[in-house]
């Protein structure tokens, strides 16, 4: 595979109804067994579909190659190059062979990010939130600042998705020491934690089903952002060769 410096990312904003099962031949092993075995509750599709973000993020990154290269088959074939092949640490983190990848989901949408540099990113629907959860993911200074935000429930979750996001680059994941850092959002660093130095974080907001959905991608100031994103699971298939 031919190295480049951007980090690709897909964004699946499924059907909260999504038959995951209707072509249960383009999952894993292991997911179609979980499909399987028994109701397909919310959580088992935002795994299955948070694994076909994952192969889409990959094809992307694949396609941009092979068409740099005029077409040449100078990879394995693409459905080999996108299968589910990374394990997870302790932590939750997925690694790869060869490069890096970052997942993440919430109630009706999945995203995941590849790249060739270390990137992170995490995305969460728009929900209320315990004070308790609010004082343990912000700084006594960043709090302040949370009471004085007009519109609180968005300060909070750009700040929790920035971290998070940054947690899952370095591998210490939400049992990081998520209060220590600090998202200094005109200039979308994040400051106070284990993070090197030279990246940013890639802000984005959607609106589903009435509801925001804020998304933060960590990766490196130096790298493009590529965007896909897909809310039709057939027009998302076809786009990883998994149905023709």
């Known amino acids: 595979m031919i190295r480049n410096g951007k980090a690709y990312i897909c964004v699946f ?3 909260r109804d999504w038959d995951a099962l209707r072509f249960p031949s383009v999952f894993s092993e ?3 067994g979980m499909l399987l075995e028994g109701e397909l509750t919310d959580r088992l599709r935002q795994s299955a579909a948070a694994e076909l973000a994952y192969r889409a993020a990959r094809m992307a990154a694949w396609k941009e190659a092979s068409a740099n290269a005029g077409g040449s088959p100078f990879i394995e074939d693409p459905n080999e190059w996108t299968r589910r092949d990374y394990i997870k640490m302790e932590s939750g983190k ?3 062979q060869e490069g890096f990848v970052s997942i993440t989901h919430t109630p009706g949408l ?3 990010v590849f790249s060739f540099a270390p990137v992170g ?7 209320s939130c315990s004070d308790k959860l609010i004082r343990r993911a912000l ?3 960043e709090y302040g600042e949370y009471e004085r935000a007009q519109d609180k429930p968005a300060f909070f979750l750009r700040s929790w998705t920035a971290k ?3 947690l899952k680059l370095t591998g210490e994941g939400i049992g990081g020491p998520i209060a220590e850092l600090r998202y200094e959002r005109e200039r979308r660093l994040i400051s106070g934690g284990n993070l090197p130095h030279g990246y940013e974080i890639v802000p984005a907001e959607a609106l589903q089903d009435g509801r925001r959905v804020f998304l933060s991608v960590c990766c490196p100031k130096s790298i493009e952002t590529s965007w896909i ?3 039709d699971p057939i027009e998302l298939l076809i786009y990883i060769n998994a149905i023709c």
Do not use: M, W
């Open 13 to 15: 904003a499924y059907p």
């Open 30 to 32: 292991k997911t179609r």
């Open 94 to 96: 997925p690694i790869l």
């Open 110 to 112: 999945s995203a995941a």
């Open 121 to 127: 990113i995490d995305a969460e629907r728009e929900r």
């Open 139 to 141: 700084g006594a200074e």
């Open 164 to 166: 998070e996001s940054c």
């Open 229 to 231: 994103v897909f809310s």
